[in-house]
């Protein structure tokens, strides 16, 4: 049986040849180009259930054994009836394998194949029964329930230094180029193949690696066993997420970080299955299943997805946390607090907040992250709290010096934040948010899918007492484009809009957009329309965009239309500066009424006193109808 299945093979292979179908099977002279313009920095951490932060940073033994690795990848091209295998080609890399399976399973040469063996009545190749095996283990071609396990490759930097380089990929959904580095994430969710691609999903993104790209896909129950399966699951009333990363060249272990509160969908105890932390599915093959059809019916909340409030709530907020209780964070956790350079210093972030309008718990957090609570080299030494730059995979030489930590923070939130993440014109704008691999700062700020989960953990960590939990009502765009406007008129101004910054080619939606929503309103075209703080700061008068301005939280905001988002909590109404008649737009008849209030022949209640009152003295004057006038001339 075996030699018969051989003899066919052989036969498919020549037949190949005969009519012209062969694939060069030769890459030797291509070149792959690096985008440099990526970080490539190898080290990463976890934080735990607690809060405690381990670096991972590969050793030079762990350098060794993934160039062994490399060095010893055999890839096998096999017939297996499920009875018999042969091995029909061995190789050294992908490309060359996978240009005989294609040769052996064309349907057209396996058809002349079938009509020229004399034995094909009992012999016939089907497609299924050919294999691609990496060091003997199969890699997945079909609909079957896998993980993707990514490849890790040595690589130098400019100094000869060695390092584990970045994969590349492409979104599906906006064909956006993306990367990810594979010490961090040690399982994707195998969906099926594209071509010589993968598609997959991870850090809540479906990507398009190249398969030289993956070292394995073992099935989702042997990933289990070997600790390489990510999962979630509910304790003490907290959302947990376990998933799995390279400890080692050779070790593959399993972390778990608080996401957040328990979901009233979730059950205690239960293992839940998600590769984007916002629809659960009770087993693997439901979420696989939904995941090849573009669904979420199968999720156990199809209807209700989960948004983790830290990791969603806009940069553009403040915290209610005194400067007291962000100092605790660092007394509590580090052995010596004085040796931290966070130590003392959470009214500094919440200076930044106040000047630049940059989140400080959140900042507080990514800081802790980035420096293990101020204990760092890179932060002792260079007073770099945030990892600015700390890129190449040389952190050390390359990350940014700053002569204070207050001056690290200053600039982190203006120059990194304010002027450009949350800049809408800014290539790297993904939305105000952490966020995920997706969307959110997460898609260019760090190379591990799950840094934005990671650093909000740290404001459930931090805010025990739930004074910051749920303060804002976060609402999610459901339009491609949301449009901000500077009136709750569609034919007013638009501010700026949701779209990313990308090339031709690429689509510009920004998915899970999330908005900071202070209130609602009566539209001038007699629609409910939400009033929204601005990713972007604006100028004086709300008419644009100004990149350059300090953040004004009460002067800084805009308008989106309610049909255009889902409110994951309740709102309520409220009035635009100058809407005396509480309308929802701002026309004569406001300052004709503040002008009759003022010759008291009117009166007003406290709402529209609270509106007429521009200049927020606490009284109203001729000033106040001047501030209307004003905005109606900007309109016209």
Same mark, same amino acid.
């Given at each position: 049986?075996?030699?018969k299945i051989?003899?066919?093979c ?13 694939i060069?099977?030769?890459n030797?002279?291509k070149?792959?180009a690096?985008d440099e313009?990526?970080p490539?920095?190898d080290s990463f951490f ?7 932060i381990e670096f991972?940073d590969?050793t030079?033994e762990?350098m060794?054994?993934?160039?062994e690795?490399n060095e010893?990848q055999?890839?096998?091209?096999v017939v297996n009836?499920?009875?018999?295998? !042969?091995v029909i080609?061995e ?5 060359d394998?996978?240009?005989?399976f294609d040769q ?8 002349k +194949?079938?009509?020229f063996?004399? !034995?094909s ?10 294999q691609?095996l990496?060091?003997? !283990?199969?890699? +997945? ?5 896998n993980?993707?396990?990514?490849k ?7 100094s000869g ?9 492409t979104?599906?959904?906006t064909n =956006?180029?993306?990367?990810?580095n ?5 399982d ?12 997959c999903k991870?850090?809540?993104?479906v ?7 993956? $070292?394995g896909?073992?099935?989702y129950?042997?990933?289990d ?10 304790s003490g ?13 050779s070790n593959i ?15 205690s105890?239960?293992?839940y299955?998600?590769y984007?932390?916002h629809y659960?599915?009770t ?7 939904d ?13 209700n997805?989960y948004y983790n409030?830290?990791q ?5 907020s403040?915290?209610?946390l005194?400067a007291e209780?962000?100092?605790n ?7 010596t607090?004085?040796?931290s350079?966070?130590y ?7 200076d $930044?907040q106040n ?12 800081a802790?992250?980035?420096? +293990?609570?101020?204990?760092s ?12 730059? +700390?890129?190449?995979?040389s952190?050390?030489?390359?990350a940014n010096?700053f002569?204070?930590?207050e001056q690290?923070i200053?600039e982190?939130?203006y !120059? ?7 800049d809408?014109?800014?290539s790297?704008y =993904?939305?105000p948010h ?11 700020y760090?190379?591990?899918?799950f840094?934005g989960e990671k ?9 025990t007492?739930?004074?910051d939990?749920n303060?804002y009502s976060?609402?999610i765009?459901?339009a ?7 009136q709750?008129?569609?034919?007013s101004?638009?501010l700026?809009n949701?779209e990313?910054?990308v090339s ?6 920004v998915?899970d957009?999330p ?5 609602k ?14 990713d972007?700061p ?6 644009? =965009? ?8 009460s002067?800084?905001?805009?308008y989106?239309?309610a049909?255009?988002v ?12 100058g ?6 737009k701002?026309?004569p008849?406001d300052y004709v009424?503040?002008r ?6 009117v009166?007003?209640?406290?709402t ?6 521009m ?8 000033t106040d109808?001047?501030?209307?006038r ?7």
């Amino acid at each position: 049986m075996r030699k018969k299945i051989c003899q066919l093979c052989m036969l498919v292979i020549s037949l190949t040849l005969v009519i012209g179908l062969v694939i060069n099977v030769s890459n030797q002279n291509k070149v792959e180009a690096d985008d440099e313009s990526i970080p490539t920095d190898d080290s990463f951490f976890v934080i735990n259930e607690d809060g405690e932060i381990e670096f991972i940073d590969p050793t030079e033994e762990d350098m060794k054994q993934i160039k062994e690795e490399n060095e010893n990848q055999e890839y096998k091209v096999v017939v297996n009836d499920g009875e018999n295998e !042969e091995v029909i080609a061995e190789y050294d890399n992908y490309a060359d394998a996978e240009d005989t399976f294609d040769q052996i399973t064309n349907q057209e040469v396996l058809n002349k +194949a079938a009509r020229f063996s004399v !034995e094909s009545s009992t012999n016939d190749i089907n497609t299924d029964d050919v294999q691609i095996l990496l060091n003997d !283990e199969p890699l +997945a071609r079909s609909n079957t329930y896998n993980i993707v396990k990514f490849k890790r490759t040595i690589k130098y930097n400019s100094s000869g230094d060695e390092y584990v380089a970045n994969i590349n990929y492409t979104e599906v959904d906006t064909n =956006r180029s993306g990367y990810l580095n594979p010490t961090s994430v040690a399982d994707a969710a195998y969906i099926k193949m594209d071509g010589s691609s993968y598609i997959c999903k991870v850090g809540g993104v479906v990507i398009k690696v190249k398969a030289s790209d993956v $070292a394995g896909t073992p099935t989702y129950q042997e990933a289990d066993n070997n600790k390489n399966l990510s999962y979630y699951t509910v304790s003490g009333g907290k959302l947990y997420h376990y998933y799995s990363y390279y400890l080692s060249a050779s070790n593959i272990s399993r972390y778990s970080t608080t996401v957040g509160y328990k979901p009233s969908y979730l059950d205690s105890g239960k293992k839940y299955y998600s590769y984007d932390g916002h629809y659960f599915y009770t087993t693997f093959e439901k979420m696989i299943n939904d995941y090849r059809n573009n669904t979420y019916k199968n999720s156990v909340n199809y209807s209700n997805p989960y948004y983790n409030y830290y990791q969603y709530v806009s940069l553009r907020s403040k915290t209610n946390l005194s400067a007291e209780q962000l100092n605790n964070r660092i007394n509590n956790v580090v052995n010596t607090p004085t040796s931290s350079k966070m130590y003392n210093k959470a009214q500094a972030f919440i200076d $930044a907040q106040n000047k630049y309008g940059v989140n400080a718990l959140v900042m507080f957090g990514i800081a802790c992250n980035e420096t +293990a609570y101020g204990t760092s080299n890179i932060a002792k030494t260079k007073n770099n709290l945030f990892g600015l730059n +700390a890129v190449d995979s040389s952190p050390g030489q390359s990350a940014n010096y700053f002569a204070s930590v207050e001056q690290c923070i200053n600039e982190f939130a203006y !120059e990194w934040m304010s002027k450009g993440y949350l800049d809408s014109y800014d290539s790297r704008y =993904r939305g105000p948010h952490l966020g995920d691999k997706h969307s959110g700062l997460n898609v260019k700020y760090a190379s591990d899918p799950f840094w934005g989960e990671k650093a909000a953990s740290q404001g459930y960590s931090i805010d025990t007492s739930k004074v910051d939990y749920n303060h804002y009502s976060i609402g999610i765009g459901t339009a491609d484009v949301i449009n901000v406007y500077n009136q709750a008129n569609p034919k007013s101004t638009i501010l700026y809009n949701s779209e990313a910054v990308v090339s031709s080619g690429q689509s510009a939606v920004v998915y899970d957009y999330p908005l900071l929503v202070l209130g609602k309103v009566t539209g001038s075209d007699g629609q409910t329309w939400y009033k929204v703080q601005t990713d972007v700061p604006l100028n004086e008068s709300r008419t644009k =965009r100004d990149v350059n301005a300090l953040y004004d939280f009460s002067n800084h905001y805009g308008y989106v239309k309610a049909n255009e988002v889902t409110l994951l909590g309740q709102v309520e109404s409220t009035y635009s500066k100058g809407d005396v008649s509480l309308d929802g737009k701002i026309s004569p008849t406001d300052y004709v009424l503040v002008r009759r209030y003022l010759l008291k022949t009117v009166t007003l209640s406290s709402t529209q006193i609270e509106v007429a009152d521009m200049n927020s003295d606490g009284k109203i004057s001729p000033t106040d109808y001047v501030g209307i006038r004003k905005i109606l001339l900007n309109l016209n």
